[in-house]
């Protein structure tokens, strides 16, 4: 159960762009669509923003985006807003029954 | 509106155990796999255990095996986590989270309760 590889950091103006990477392996993130990311800000609980590699629940602005290339997948921000600063976390299936793996996180902070 | 109320945190003495519960409403219950993330206080999060809508299935990280184990009571919407031999570096925010699809898709997040492990 290895922890997925986060940058842990990222930074961008508002009105940019940025992607988080989350890489994995053949076993988690290369094996299924089933990567999700929640944003948390400080003090909260996590909050879903992407599943199933690149769907968004209702609610979360079309700003935030996933794709999935082999074993990384990536959350792109678009438009950047002051209150995008949080920190954000992938997770992916791990193929056998209810094992959950999480990436380090990344905390983005908007210049 | 779906809730998950998490309880049963505290301080407790290394070595010692603790019982956490989590009230689930809002919901069918037994329709979801549940979960126990949890997060050390400036840490990231840690999926810790999983269990089966039907119990059948339970599953643990590494770092807890042995140690936790994971129940539930659909009559009550009630998930449990029994933590024995507790350790220091268990001290955390223990979240309860429901799974949405049955492949770790957390959909809803209780606000947490936190555990300190210290003599």
């Known amino acids: 159960q290895s922890a997925l590889t986060q940058p842990a950091s990222v930074s961008g103006s508002p009105g940019q762009s940025i992607t988080i990477s989350c890489s994995g392996t053949?076993?988690?993130?290369?094996?299924?669509?089933?990567v999700s990311w929640y944003q948390q800000h400080p003090g909260k609980a996590p909050n879903l923003i992407i599943y199933?590699?690149?769907r968004r629940p209702s609610g979360v602005s079309y700003r935030f985006s996933g794709s999935k290339s082999a074993n990384t997948a990536s959350l792109t921000i678009s438009g950047l807003q002051a209150e995008d600063e949080a920190d954000y976390y992938c997770c992916s299936y791990a193929g056998s029954g209810t094992l959950g793996v999480f990436g380090g996180g990344t905390k983005l902070t908007v210049l | 509106d779906v809730q998950l109320v998490e309880s049963g945190g505290g301080l407790v003495q290394p070595g010692r155990s603790l019982r956490l519960s989590c009230a689930a409403s809002?919901?069918?219950?037994?329709?979801?796999?549940m979960h126990w993330v949890r997060q050390a206080p400036g840490k990231g999060l840690e999926w810790v255990s999983g269990?089966?809508?039907?119990?059948?299935?339970?599953d643990y990280a590494d770092a807890v095996k042995g140690r936790y184990t994971i129940s539930r009571d659909n009559a009550k919407n009630s998930l449990y986590l029994q933590m024995n031999s507790l350790r220091p570096e268990d001290t955390a925010l223990y979240y309860c989270?429901?799974?949405?699809?049955?492949?770790?898709?957390?959909?809803?997040w209780g606000r947490g309760t936190l555990v300190t492990v210290s003599s």
């Open positions: 053949s076993n988690d993130v290369g094996a299924y669509n089933f």
């Open positions: 199933e590699v690149n």
């Open positions: 809002g919901f069918i219950f037994d329709n979801h796999a």
């Open positions: 989270v429901r799974d949405k699809t049955g492949y770790n898709l957390y959909d809803y």
């Open positions: 269990i089966s809508w039907n119990s059948i299935r339970m």
